[in-house]
């Protein structure tokens, strides 16, 4: 299947044609998680349990950046 993308101002966007839209079981409006793959990329619907985990992730990353840091090093 090959999706086009398009500038949407100063973004680009990529174009779900109706197979693409039915076989994610998405419509105007969802939003999408956009994965590192083998070979490339993997895009899944976004599931509001994992929206709150990736946030959770984000903000707790944010307030131990010192300590991620320091663990990194070792």
């Not at 086009?4 to 409006?29: C, H, P, T």
Request: avoid cysteine; hydrophobic fraction near 45%; charged fraction near 30%.
């Amino acid at each position: 299947m090959i999706l086009k993308v398009i500038a949407v101002g100063k973004d680009l966007a990529v174009i779900l044609n109706e197979e693409a839209r039915a076989a994610l079981g998405v419509k105007e409006g969802d939003e999408l998680i956009l994965t590192p793959s083998p070979g490339g990329f993997r895009v899944t619907p976004a599931d509001a349990k994992v929206k709150v985990q990736l946030e959770t992730a984000r903000e707790i990353m944010g307030r131990r950046k010192g300590a991620l840091g320091d663990l990194a090093k070792n």
